[in-house]
């Protein structure tokens, strides 16, 4: 018999309750936010073709939804909204009777103590799909989009939003919604930034949901090369010094070195979104066979924890929140 050394690493794993002892990292329904997708009119709970058990839904189903999401225990909501009709300037997502701050005040009117995210940005809102105004060759202008986007977040505010999370990916929109929450005297709202947010290929089931793909071209000059890492952690610091109180990578999966870097880093508040391309993967699999969906999707959301990620959102929140419960 070979001699072993005197820590045998199985010991520690002979039962559950062992397990559960030395279990080095946790995932807890406090740390889920879901997204809804909300749009003008009645009775609509539209199921996403490409995402299932995910609706794109009318404003008088929402307090049907927080009710059931307060009672798995989730503890917030990231807002996306689908307007009536689009233009160029992306008018829609700074209206004061703009869907989503018509959300907003639907459920804070509802349930005041629910907490409310919403996605700052212009795409859903442009009739060309880009995140910004366009100048005549059909490039995002920076600066201009700017101050768009920080009225879009006041404009949140205003209608009683808890945090808002500016997804764009413009230079400075930190600190120019910032600047402009404070000017109104909402110093207390906090921002959670998209602040490493990659031109993915896994976008595309929200994009289905949201109605925001882009009429030409995409998105690479505005959004982040997936090959680059460093220069993640350049934009994230940018965000901090800009005034951002928690940082985002997105997406989560296929970026779990970002989320480890970015939290070794800075030791920030650090999100990670589990976007619809992922979620649609698995759900694909599963409806299959080909995996078990409960411990795909628990195996994976436990990695965004031990990589770095304090929050997660993910389309997966309510399965998980009662599987959790069942554990």
Known sequence: MPEFPVYRPRRLRRSETLRAMVRETSLDVRDLIYPLFVEFGEGVKREVPSMPGVYNMSLDQLPAEIDELKALGIPAVILFGIPASKDEAGSGAYAEDGIVQQAIRTIKAHDPDFFVITDVCMCEYTSHGHCGILDEGGCVMNDVTLE????????????????????????????????????????????????????????????????????????????????????????????????????????????????????????????????????????????????????????????????????????????????????
């Open 148 to 327: 768009m986007l920080a009225q879009t977040a006041v404009s949140h505010a205003e209608a009683g939003a808890d945090m808002v999370a500016p997804s764009d990916m413009m230079d400075g929109r930190v600190g120019a919604i910032r600047s402009a929450l404070d000017a109104e005297g909402f110093t207390d709202v906090p921002i959670m930034a998209y602040s490493a947010k990659y031109a993915s290929a896994y976008y595309g089931p929200f994009r289905d949901a949201a109605d925001s793909a882009p009429a030409f071209g995409d998105r690479r000059a505005y959004q982040m090369d997936p090959a680059n890492g460093e220069e993640a952690l350049r934009e994230v610091l940018l965000d901090i010094e800009e005034g951002a109180d928690i940082v985002m990578v997105k997406p989560a999966l296929a970026y779990l070195d970002i989320v480890r870097r970015v939290k070794d880093e800075f030791g920030y508040p650090t999100a990670a979104y589990n976007v619809s391309g992922e979620y649609a993967m698995v759900k694909a699999a599963a409806a299959r066979g080909w995996i078990d969906e409960r411990r795909v999707v628990l195996e994976t959301l436990t990695s965004m924890k031990r990589a770095g990620a304090d929050l997660i959102l993910t389309y997966h929140a309510k399965d998980v929140a009662r599987w959790l419960a069942d554990a």
